[in-house]
């Protein structure tokens, strides 16, 4: 037995294999990083620089033709359809995002900080399965319930109430992007108030601070990572919606990613559709980042 | 105590809300009013059977289980190799392929959607399922490696260092102990997997041609008229992803994770 093949007593914390087996050392991490890396590559990271780059194309004769042209950019950008979309579109996912924040917060507070464990537990439970569960159902859903002849409405008329105007405006619309919204960022606010130091809470208390001023100076403050986590994840979710703007309020007025289907649907204007997506990617990245920047600030002191 | 009335109150709304669009689909899918109205307009088994009788359904449910399956086993296997090297190893890379693992869900599924097309429409794949299910495999991925990473944060640096000790390759250590321990995460991602792509229905529309997939004949479904089916299919859908991703959660021990912090 060559020395080599001993097994080796000393070197415990990382894998096996001395001089001269570096390759073999190396097939593993290779083989299992080769494919995922690829895999990703290919069905993500090019398809997503290709949506880039399309966007420099021109179309001739209906077909995509490689380019260098800053013509879409300038059509887009400058269009007025798209700068309504985009204002709308922002609006919209600012007004979800406020809301979704403001109603999931007291939820995330007595989920975290006043049920038991074991209710906790449940509500956790409770709360994932909707983040994972059929999106375009639930919206269908709200349609039947809110629509004119809907449950709402035929529920009024047995009590001889007057019919209400539910669907098609921004209350839909909201409820709608709810449903996409809350489970999760009541979640994410959850495990934030979870992981908080609850001795912070106590001392607070305990050196006659209010609720108020516990609220405020305290919990919000330690919590901040995780407001701008569910912060931006509400924002993103509702900024790139599709189902519930066509469904809740017939596409009127449209937002971006209606935009984007319609442009792709309809055929040939690649080159256009793609200029919103970047767009969109953009202000996305540019929210991630100002948010991180707002949160990261408060770990360095 | 008030407060305690009013926040019970509130916890009772909130669940409501968010469980409201789920039992309408499921309570209306038994009613006999081809609309959905109040008053309720007695049990019927009726919408359930012509779904069940539908060509269009049933071939779209035939995608959608060749579909998640599919990108379940993919998801899995590909997310244990990004868990298992983000955990063990150190390379040069590694942070650029560990956001390209993580990053694809925070996209909006849209211009995911879009972009897919583009790429895969001058491939064979285009219109297949085969196509979306790479497309969802790139998605899962991220949830697979996330649950399988926690798991692994949990496996001490000695079990896998007494293995090479006692002479096993990394390989042997990685097949007779990692994996192993890793199995409840394993099985958990696999659930967790197939409930995101038999969920999935922007990508699925864009890539899959004629191929749908369920969401997508339901999608089609709303832009047409009115019909009872869509609750009959919605039921079906609802309970298999209530039943995946409690399983993923059982085997993810989530709740469980939870009262350990607390």
Redesign the interface.
Known sequence: MTEASL???SA??S???GRGTRRA?AA??LL??L???L??????????A??VV?TFWKVRNFRLAPAFDLANWEKVLTSTPFQRALVYTAEVALVATVLSML?AF??AH??AL?LS??A???????????V??????????????LSP???VN??LA?LGLPAADLLGGTLSLNIGL??LT??VV?LILT?AL??MDHSLIEAARNLGASKVQVLTQVTLPAIKPGLGLAGVTAF?LS?????SPV?LTGSNPPTL?IL??DT?KSGSQ?PR??VI?VS??AI?ALAFVLVQALTQKRKTR | MTGRIL?NL??AA??L??A???L??VV?SFDANR?????WGGFTLNWHREALADAMILSAMKNSVIVSLGTAVLAT???F??A??DY??M?FGKRP?ML??A??P???????G???????SRTPMFGTPAGII??H??IA?SFSMALIRLRLGELG?DLE??A????????A??WHVVIPFCKPSLIAAFC?SA??SF?E??VAW?VGGVNETL?VR??NL?QGQVNPK?NAI?TL??AI??I???L??RFAR???A??E??
């Open positions: 097994p080796e007593i415990a914390s894998p096996p294999g050392r593993l991490p299992l990083g494919p995922v890396a895999w990703q590559v290919a069905f993500f990271v090019l398809p997503l290709f949506l399309v109603l007291p939820a007595a989920i006043r464990a074991r906790r537990g449940r509500w956790i439970a409770f709360l994932i399965i909707p994972f569960s059929s999106y375009i159902l639930k919206v269908y859903a709200w349609q039947v319930v002849g809907g449950l035929t529920g047995l709810l449903t809350l489970p009541t495990f979870m992981g993103l900024f790139g919606d599709y189902a469904f990613a984007i289907v792709v690649w559709a793609s997506g969109m990617l996305l | 926040r509130y916890l909130l669940a809300f968010i409201m669009p789920m309408v689909i209306f609309f959905p109205a109040l008053p296997v590909l997310g190799s990004a298992y090297l063990r190893y390379f392929l390209a693992v990053v694809p925070a996209v909006p599924v849209t211009i995911l879009m972009a897919m097309l583009a790429a895969l790479v497309c495999v790139a991925v640096p260092a007494a090479w000790n006692l002479g096993a390759s990394p390989l250590a990685l967790l409930a995101v969920d229905f922007m864009f969401p339901v999608l709303l869509i919605g859908v609802l992803s209530l995946l991703v409690t993923a959660q989530l709740g469980g939870g009262k912090t607390a």
